[in-house]
């Protein structure tokens, strides 16, 4: 793994969104010196923290002439053209278009899906947003509908989100199957597709990053 970036810092913790980058970073061999943020102990909400992310939220990347960058995607953007191979946003215009149109519909579609759920029915989330339990459990039943669409989707044999090479719409939909398992929604097993999909990207050696 490659040190880069020796002056920037990455404001990073547990959850989906420090998860996208680490692997994201992970898949470039490239790593940033970071600053742990304890979400638990709330201090993404302390009066210094809000002044670098005004939302109180993680990831930040901070750049050594301190410019901020919020926003996982943003976060991993910028690292793709900064250490642009392997190419994690697509290569060429059809291959680009595919991964911002993927990352996207499986970021608001899944992923969103899955937040609804915890920003609705988690007390962490309480001050985050107002909170209607019956939304939450709306979405709850939506969850399994959203990986069925998904799983059509790639009924067509793509190995991977977006075509046949992996990008950062896996990652995206492969944090948001994390993010599914850890709040105990429903993923349902018969969904081939879809698990055949995410074995391949459990397997690679950036999941764990
Ligand atoms: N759209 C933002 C979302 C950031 C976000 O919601 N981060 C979570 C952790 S994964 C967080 O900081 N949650 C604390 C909170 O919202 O209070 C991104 O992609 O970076």
Redesign the pocket.
């Known amino acids: 793994m490659q040190q880069v970036e020796t002056d920037a810092r990455l404001y990073c ?1 547990i ?4 998860y ?1 980058v680490r692997i994201f970073m992970a898949e470039k061999g490239i790593d940033l010196p970071r600053v742990e943020v304890d ?1 638990m102990k709330g201090e ?2 302390s009066p210094d923290f809000l002044k670098i992310n005004s ?5 930040v990347l901070v750049l050594g002439d301190g410019t901020i960058i ?4 943003a976060i991993c953007r910028y690292l793709e053209e900064r250490h642009p191979e392997p190419p994690l946003f697509g290569a060429g215009p059809v291959a680009k278009a595919k991964v911002e149109m993927w990352n996207r519909r499986v970021e608001l579609e899944v992923m969103g899906t899955i937040g609804d759920v915890a920003f609705h029915s988690q007390e962490f ?1 309480k001050d ?1 947003v107002p909170q209607f339990p019956a939304f939450a459990e709306a979405q709850r039943s939506n969850v399994p509908n959203k990986w069925a669409w998904l799983d059509r989707e790639m009924a067509d044999g793509r190995p991977f989100i977006a075509g046949d090479f992996f990008s950062i719409a896996d990652i995206t939909a492969g944090v948001a199957a994390w993010l599914c398992d850890f709040f105990q929604l429903e993923r349902p097993a018969s969904l081939g597709n879809v698990a055949r999909w995410l074995e391949r990207v459990r397997a690679r050696p950036s999941w764990n990053a």
């Open positions: 913790g959850g989906p969104n420090s996208r979400l993404h909400k939302l109180g939220q993680i990831p919020t926003e996982s995607v989330f985050r």
